[in-house]
């Protein structure tokens, strides 16, 4: 199945792509950006989520995300692209589990493609429970009306097992999925959460006549 | 002396230590073996911290918050005073947003079992020769529950593998103690205000946990027959230096002189 993407903007910009300027950038400590060199890194593929992005210059950033890869969600308004969020694991390049959320049409492409070989290689029997590794060997430079930008190089180079420290979990939360005019109104209860047990009643006094 | 554990001088197995030799065994050859301890990391040193301050505010449910996070930031400082990791002071200052939504969640529960914060539990698994041990965060003897406590930065789905085997050990020395993770995290979710998230094992995880800890333990078992000479096996397992195991300097540094490269 192919990711309905393709469309700039990073929600949660723990770890981004400038397509402008062919640069990686992680959160700096204490804020902003930190430039890193092309990273080699987990990339939760199998919980990868598609949708639409907007990212205005002091705003929060917004999503919303389709309920499945094959089923898009209707269009929120003016200023959203299509885009992904999804997953990435690299204690030497990022410090550990990031987020990696982008609407540029060219991030958008080059992660649709490496999904494409994914999508392939993950129903191999050696494959299985286990999560790709993704390499930036480069950039390709992509001339458009907007001038040029760069497309990232990401290959698949192999496959390992998931550290306990990335979990099998998705990038989103629930309440970012789009569910129609219903889930609007409401805040479902997460799946799987157990609540707090109902409290006891305080114990009788047992008077030593009972016995 | 048969026992291939006991030859080695392994007196005891728990979760973790199985969960590292199936994840990485160089590693836990170097540690369990020839003694290399690694460092405790920043992220176990916060969940130690964070479950310091919930444990005095879930035993005085009439103590403030404030002091509750105040116990969880000494904690964390005693146990992180020397380390230089620069994600240090950035895990710091999140405490008390893990401290305020466990305890907002886990207070529900009311009173755990005034000895019950990390006791410790043993089991034993058939074929083994020693027990496997932990200890538990709390117990709550008036629902039937362990509950164990997990900082997270991302709520999971559900639970993982290596925790599921940590649960497992929990309930099975419970008996018919239903075993519960609470997964919290540093604020509320932006969309729900979900904070934390509590899941709970099924018999049928903790019946398959338990089976996949007795075939680590095995498999470890089996290994350490082979010889009693540490540095022997450390001969027979080549490390994977790019796993994030070996992330921490002092931690690859070590690897490259038991291992050689």
């Known amino acids: ?211 | 002396m048969s026992n291939p554990f006991e030859r080695h001088g392994i007196g005891h197995l728990s979760a973790s230590s199985l969960n590292l030799w199936a994840a990485e065994p160089a590693l836990w050859i170097m540690e369990r073996l020839l003694g290399r301890r690694s460092p405790s990391g920043i992220p176990a040193a916060r969940g130690k911290a964070v479950e310091a301050g919930v444990n005095i505010g879930l035993h005085d449910p009439a103590l403030s918050v404030e002091a509750c996070i105040e116990e969880a930031e000494s904690a964390f400082d005693r146990e992180t005073t020397l380390n230089p990791d620069p994600r240090r002071d950035e895990e710091r200052k999140k405490l008390p947003g893990y401290v305020r939504g466990a305890l907002a969640e886990l207070r529900q529960y009311g009173l755990p079992d005034a000895d019950g914060y990390q006791g410790k539990v043993e089991i034993r698994l058939d074929d083994i020769a020693v027990p496997v041990i932990g200890f538990v965060d709390w117990r709550f003897s008036a629902h039937g529950l362990i509950v164990d406590l997990k900082t997270t930065e991302r709520l999971p789905s559900a639970i993982g593998a290596s925790h599921g085997r940590q649960g497992a050990v929990y309930a099975t020395a419970h008996g018919n103690f239903g075993m519960r993770f609470a997964y919290a995290k540093p604020a509320p979710a932006k969309g729900d205000g979900r904070q934390v998230q509590v899941l709970e094992m099924s018999g049928d995880d903790v019946r398959a946990h338990l089976a996949a800890l007795r075939l680590i333990a095995l498999s470890l078992g089996r290994f350490l027959a082979l010889s009693h000479d540490a540095r022997e096996l450390a001969g027979l397992i080549v490390p994977d230096f790019d796993s994030f195991y070996w992330s921490d300097p002092s931690v690859r540094a070590a690897g490259r002189d038991v291992f050689g490269f």
């Open chain 1, 1 to 211: 199945m192919a990711l309905n993407i393709g469309a700039s903007g990073i929600i949660r910009p723990y770890v981004k792509y400038n397509a402008k300027s062919d640069k990686w950038f992680i959160r700096a400590e204490g804020g902003g950006d930190l430039e890193i060199a092309r990273p080699t890194f987990l990339l939760d593929l199998a919980n990868i989520r598609t949708g639409w992005l907007r990212f205005q210059e002091g705003q929060a950033p917004e999503r919303l995300i389709d309920p499945a890869l094959d089923k898009v969600a209707p269009t929120p308004g003016e200023g959203f692209k299509r885009g992904f969020v999804v997953m990435a694991f690299s204690p030497k390049f990022f410090g550990g589990a990031v987020e990696m959320a982008s609407a540029s049409i060219h991030v958008s492409n080059a992660i649709r493609d490496v999904y494409a070989v994914f999508e392939e290689q993950a129903g191999r029997t050696e494959n299985r429970g286990k999560v790709p590794v993704i390499a930036c060997t480069g950039a390709d430079a992509m001339k458009d009306k907007y001038g040029t930008n760069y497309r990232p190089k990401l290959e698949l180079t192999k496959w390992v097992d998931r550290p306990a420290e990335f979990p099998d979990a998705s990038a989103v939360e629930e309440s970012e999925v789009w569910k129609g005019n219903a889930a609007a109104a409401s805040k479902p209860a997460p799946a799987g959460h157990v609540p707090p047990p109902a409290a006891r009643p305080a114990p009788q006094p047992v008077y030593e006549t009972d016995f």
